[in-house]
C-alpha cells in the first residue's frame, strides 16, 4: 500500500461488506461509517494511505469527503453496509427484505401512482420503491423525511435510478443525476 498512488475514478464502484460492525469493534454510528469509507477508499486506491481527509456531514446530513471532488454514499441495513464511489453527485440505499407486509408504510409515503406499482408487482416492488426514495434523498441531500412527504420516484426525468438485488433478500438502488 505504502507510495501507491490514488487513482482517478472514471465508472462507479460499489463496495458492500458482511458483518461490517467487526472491521472496527469499538466504533459506532457516524465514527463506524466515517472509519468504514475512509477505509474502503484507501483500500481501493481512492485516497493515499497517509492522506489528511475527513467526512463532513452538509446542513441535510449528507456526508461529503472533505477536499476533494470524489463523492460517495453509504448505506447499511442489518449487519451489512455498502458505499458508492464516484466522480459525480450520487445517493445508495440498501435494505434487507424482512417478510413484513408493508402496505401500510406504503399507504402513508407513497405517491397513488407508487402504489399502484405496487399493487401490480408484488409485495417484492416495494423495496424497489423504498430504496429509491432514500437513494433519492441521498442524492439530493435533503433527507428522507423531505423526500417521503410527497417526492415521487417513478418516471422521474431528473435522475437516473439503478435498481439493485445485491442477495436473494438484499435489494439497493442507486441515484444519478441525467
Not at 33 to 58: C, F, M, P, S
Not at 106 to 129: H, K, V, W
Amino acid at each position: 500500500m505504502a507510495g501507491r498512488k490514488h487513482r482517478h475514478l472514471t465508472i462507479m464502484e460499489l463496495y458492500v461488506i458482511e458483518d461490517y460492525k467487526e472491521w472496527f469493534p469499538a466504533l459506532t454510528g457516524q465514527e463506524l461509517t466515517d472509519a468504514l469509507v475512509l477505509q474502503l477508499l484507501v483500500e481501493h486506491g481512492l485516497l493515499e494511505e497517509n492522506q489528511e481527509r475527513t467526512i463532513i456531514r452538509l446542513p441535510g446530513g449528507k456526508p461529503v469527503l472533505s477536499g476533494g471532488s470524489l463523492h460517495f454514499s453509504v448505506s447499511h441495513t442489518g449487519s451489512v453496509f455498502a458505499c458508492a464511489a464516484w466522480d459525480q453527485n450520487l445517493g445508495l440505499d440498501i435494505q434487507k427484505k424482512d417478510g413484513r407486509d408493508r402496505s401500510r408504510l406504503a399507504g402513508r409515503y407513497f405517491t397513488r401512482a407508487e402504489c399502484r406499482f405496487l399493487e401490480e408487482n408484488g409485495p417484492d416492488s416495494f423495496y424497489r420503491l423504498w430504496t429509491r426514495k432514500e437513494a433519492y434523498a441521498k442524492y439530493t441531500g435533503q433527507g428522507l423525511a423531505a423526500v417521503i412527504s410527497g417526492s415521487p420516484v417513478l418516471d422521474r426525468q431528473d435522475v437516473e435510478f439503478l435498481d439493485l438485488v445485491l442477495d436473494e433478500d438484499l435489494y439497493g438502488c442507486i441515484c444519478i443525476g441525467k
